[in-house]
C-alpha cells in the first residue's frame, strides 16, 4: 500500500511540472494520434476529481459519524485519488485544446482554471499531511472548491456558449414576422439549436463563427458556408446531407440533428439570396423562403405536439436504413412511431426508380415530400398506392393537374400542397371531396384569386390558401433559374425558368452584367457550342428586377481517343485518373475527395490527350475548382503543347490566369484558352502549374496553393 502512495504521488508530482511546461509551450507543441486519443477521454476523466472533491467535502461536514484515525486515511486515500486525477484530468484537457478551434481568451481562462485546480488538490494532499492543526488546510480547501466551479464554468462555456445555464430564463424580445428579418425570425433560431454549440466567438470549429453575423458572413478556413442562390453548391447544405458516420457530416453524430423542415428552411433562405436584413414582406411572392416561412409562423404555438397512434406495423429497420441515400431521407414521424415521413434532395439526380423503391413502406409512408423534384402527372398513380398518406407536398415540381384526379383513393389524405405548380382549379376539385382533406396550397399556380373563393365557399371544411400576402410596396424578384444540370450535351439547349409568371429574363453571355433595357431578351431555349459564363436577371412591371445570376456552363466538346496523364495527381486527391478529365462528371467545389477531382501542389497537373487524327482546336477550357479558404486556386500558369509526335511536340499557348484578390465563395469554374495556331494536330497537351505562394492577403500567405481539375473540354 505504501509503494502504491509513493507511486502515485511521485506521477502527481511530474504531472505538475508537465502541467508548467505545457502552460508555456503547449501551442507549439504537435501531438501523436494516440495523445489526441487521450485528450478526447478529458469529459470522462474530469468528473473523478469533481465528485471526490465534493465528496471530502461532504465528510467533513459529519466528522463525529467516523473515528479519527479511520477519517485521516479515508481522506488521505480521497485525496491521493482527487489529485491523481485532477492532474490527468488537466494534462488530457492540454491534449484536447490542441486538436480543437476555441476562442484563445476563453481557452487560457479555462486552461488556467484547470491547471490551478490540479496545483490546489496537490497542495491540499500535502498539507493534509503536514498541517497537524488543519487550519491552512480549510482555507486551501475553500479555495479548491472554487476553483473548481471557476474551471467547470469556463469548461461550460467552451462546450455550450455564453449564458448557457441562464439561457432559458433570461428575457428576450419576442420575434414576430412584422419585427424581425426572415434571417432573425426563422434561420438563427435553427443555427441557434443546432450549430452555435460549436461556432461561437468562443469555440469556432472551422475558424467560423456564427453567432455574429459580420463574422458568419467572413466565414470560415474554406470560405463562406453558403453560395448566394445556390443551396445544393452550398457547404453548409452539403454537410447536412452527408451521412451520419460521415466526418465532415454536420451537426457531429451525437449532437441535436436537423429536421428536415429545418434544412427546406436554410435551403430556401441561401436559394433567395442568403440575405440577413430583408423582412419576409419584402420577399417577392415567387420566392419560396416566403411560402415557407409564413407557413411557420401560421402554424407557430405553444401548445405540445401530440404523437398520434397508427395501426399498421412498423417496417424492418434494415428496410428503413436501406432506404435512406444521400437523394433520399426516410425517418420515423416520432420516436418509435410506425408511421414514416420520405424527402427526397437533389433535383438534378432525381430518379422516378427512387420513388418507386419506397413500395416497401406503402403502408408506412405518412409523409412524402417531393418539393422541387421533376415529378410529373404520370408518377401520381404510383403515389396514390400509398394509401396511408397524410401529407403530400408537390411544390413546385412538374405537375400540371391532369393526373391529380388518380389521388381519390388517398382517403386519409390531409394536407396537399401545390404551390409553383401549373395546376388549374378545375384539376383540384374532384380532390376537395376527400373525407379528410382540410388543407390545400395552391400559391403561385394558375388559379384565379376568384377561382379559389369560389371553391373555398364550395368546400368550406377545406382551406385553401393561394397568395399568402398583398403588399402595395415594391418588392424584388427572385432570381432565374438555370434548368440544365451538369454537363450540357451536344443537341441540348441551354434552359432558363422564373416561377414568376409575366417575368422578362435579359441575359449575357459575355460575363458582364445584362441590364433591364439593352440585353437580350430571353425568350426561348437556345444552343451553346462551347462553356460560356452565363448571366441572368428577371425584370417585370412594378417589381424591382432580381439580383442577377450567374452560372458557368460547362458544354460537351470534341471527345479524345485516348488521355494520359504525365504527372501522377496529389496521393489525397487521385480522382479517377486520367479517364476522369473526360467523363463528363462535374465535381463540387465543397467536396474536394470525390472521385471527379485530381489534385495537385507539390507538381503542375500535365496531362496528354490523343485524338487519332489530326485536328484544329480553337479553344480548350480547363473546369477547375475554386476554395479560397482550402487553399485551391486557379493556375499559376498553363502551356498548350501539340504535335503529331508526343515526343516532339510544340508550344502553342502559354497564359497566366487571372488570380483572386480576395475571398470569393466557393465555385466550379471555366479557364477558357484561345488558340490561334490554326494548325491541325493529333496530340495536345496540358499543362498548369499550381499556385506556388498563397498571395499576402490570404491568412496562410506564403504556404503552396492547390490546384484541382475535374475535366477538360475541347473546341
Given at each position: 500500500?505504501?509503494s ?53 467535502a ?29 492532474s ?19 481557452l487560457?481562462?479555462h ?76 434561420v ?44 445544393q ?80 406495423s412498423?417496417?424492418s ?96 389524405l ?18 376537395l371531396?376527400?373525407?379528410r ?18 371553391l ?17 410596396e ?65 425584370c ?176
Amino acid at each position: 500500500m505504501m509503494s502504491l502512495n509513493r507511486i502515485a504521488l511521485n506521477v502527481i508530482f511530474c504531472i505538475q511540472i508537465l502541467l508548467v511546461f505545457l502552460l508555456i509551450a503547449g501551442d507549439r507543441i504537435v501531438l501523436p494520434a494516440w495523445l489526441q486519443v487521450a485528450g478526447r477521454l478529458h469529459p470522462l476523466v474530469l468528473h473523478l476529481p469533481i465528485g471526490f472533491l465534493i465528496f471530502l467535502a461532504v465528510i467533513h461536514l459529519f466528522p463525529k459519524h467516523v473515528d479519527k484515525d479511520s477519517l485521516q486515511r479515508l481522506i488521505h486515500i480521497g485525496l491521493v485519488i482527487t489529485s491523481l486525477f485532477a492532474s490527468i484530468a488537466a494534462l488530457f484537457g492540454f491534449f484536447l485544446s490542441l486538436q480543437g478551434e476555441y476562442g484563445t481568451d476563453a481557452l487560457m481562462r479555462h486552461r488556467t482554471a484547470g491547471v490551478l485546480l490540479s496545483w490546489f488538490c496537490y497542495a491540499l494532499l500535502l498539507l493534509h499531511r503536514v498541517d497537524e492543526k488543519q487550519r491552512f488546510f480549510y482555507g486551501f480547501g475553500a479555495l479548491t472548491l472554487v476553483t473548481l466551479i471557476v474551471a467547470g464554468h469556463t469548461g461550460a462555456v467552451l462546450t455550450h456558449g455564453q449564458n448557457f445555464v441562464l439561457a432559458p430564463i433570461l428575457a428576450n424580445k419576442e420575434l414576430t414576422v412584422e419585427n424581425a428579418s426572415v434571417y432573425e425570425f426563422a434561420v438563427q433560431p435553427i443555427l441557434d439549436r443546432k450549430c452555435f454549440s460549436c461556432h461561437n466567438e468562443v469555440k469556432a470549429k472551422g475558424g467560423l463563427v456564427m453567432t455574429s453575423i459580420d463574422k458568419f458572413k467572413e466565414g470560415g478556413k474554406h470560405g463562406k458556408p453558403w453560395v448566394e442562390g445556390k443551396p445544393q453548391e452550398s457547404r453548409m447544405i452539403k454537410a447536412f446531407y452527408l451521412p451520419l458516420s460521415h466526418d465532415e457530416h454536420m451537426p457531429p453524430d451525437g449532437r441535436p440533428q436537423l429536421t428536415p423542415v429545418e434544412i427546406s428552411t436554410i435551403e430556401a433562405w441561401i436559394k433567395s439570396g442568403a440575405d440577413f436584413e430583408k423582412k419576409l414582406n419584402q420577399f417577392a411572392d415567387g420566392d419560396s423562403l416566403k411560402f415557407i416561412v409564413a407557413s411557420f409562423a401560421a402554424s407557430k404555438s405553444d401548445a405540445p405536439v401530440e404523437e398520434k397512434t397508427y395501426s399498421f406495423s412498423a417496417a424492418s429497420g434494415d428496410v428503413v436504413e436501406k432506404l435512406n441515400t444521400p437523394y433520399r431521407s426516410v425517418f420515423p414521424l416520432f420516436k418509435d412511431s410506425p408511421a414514416l415521413q420520405a424527402d427526397f434532395f437533389l433535383k438534378g439526380s432525381f430518379q422516378v426508380e427512387f420513388l418507386r423503391e419506397l413500395n416497401s413502406i406503402s403502408q408506412q409512408l405518412v409523409v412524402l415530400n417531393l418539393s422541387k423534384m421533376p415529378v410529373e402527372d404520370k408518377e401520381l398513380e404510383f403515389i396514390a398506392t400509398f394509401t396511408n398518406l397524410e401529407n403530400l407536398n408537390l411544390n413546385f415540381t412538374r405537375i400540371e393537374g391532369t393526373g391529380l384526379r388518380t389521388l381519390e383513393p388517398l382517403a386519409n389524405l390531409q394536407t396537399l400542397s401545390l404551390a409553383g405548380t401549373s395546376v388549374k382549379a378545375g384539376d383540384i376539385e374532384p380532390l376537395l371531396s376527400l373525407p379528410r382533406l382540410r388543407e390545400v396550397y395552391v400559391w403561385n399556380t394558375q388559379i384565379a384569386e376568384a377561382e379559389r373563393e369560389a371553391l373555398s365557399k364550395k368546400y368550406p371544411d377545406v382551406t385553401i390558401t393561394g397568395n399568402l400576402f398583398s403588399d402595395s410596396e415594391t418588392l424584388k424578384l427572385g432570381k432565374p433559374r438555370l434548368e440544365n444540370d451538369g454537363v450540357i450535351r451536344k443537341g441540348e439547349l441551354i434552359s432558363l425558368k422564373h416561377s414568376m409568371p409575366g417575368v422578362v429574363i435579359r441575359l449575357s453571355k459575355d460575363k458582364t452584367d445584362p441590364d433591364s433595357i439593352k440585353s437580350d431578351v430571353y425568350d426561348k431555349p437556345f444552343p451553346a457550342t462551347e462553356s460560356m459564363v452565363l448571366k441572368a436577371k428577371a425584370c417585370k412591371d412594378g417589381w424591382f428586377c432580381s439580383d442577377v445570376l450567374k452560372a458557368t456552363c460547362f458544354v460537351e466538346g470534341i471527345a479524345p481517343v485516348n488521355v494520359e496523364l504525365q504527372s501522377k495527381a496529389d496521393v489525397q486527391y487521385p480522382g479517377k485518373g486520367a479517364e476522369g478529365l473526360t467523363d463528363m462528371q462535374k465535381g463540387f467545389a465543397d467536396i474536394l475527395k470525390e472521385p471527379s477531382w485530381l489534385g495537385y501542389r507539390e507538381g503542375p497537373f500535365s496531362t496528354n490527350f490523343d485524338f487519332g487524327k489530326s485536328i484544329s482546336l480553337k479553344s480548350i477550357v480547363i473546369s477547375h475548382a475554386e476554395n479560397i479558404g482550402g487553399f485551391v486556386f486557379p493556375p499559376q500558369e498553363v502551356e498548350i503543347w501539340a504535335g503529331d509526335n508526343v515526343r516532339e511536340m510544340k508550344m502553342l499557348k502559354q497564359l497566366k490566369p487571372v488570380q483572386p484578390t480576395g475571398y470569393t465563395p466557393n465555385g466550379v469554374e471555366a479557364l477558357p484558352i484561345p488558340l490561334d495556331s490554326g494548325g491541325s494536330y493529333r496530340y495536345y497537351r496540358v499543362v498548369a502549374r499550381p499556385l506556388a505562394k498563397l498571395p499576402t492577403w490570404h491568412n496562410s500567405k506564403g504556404e503552396r496553393g492547390w490546384l484541382f481539375v475535374d475535366e477538360v473540354f475541347f473546341y
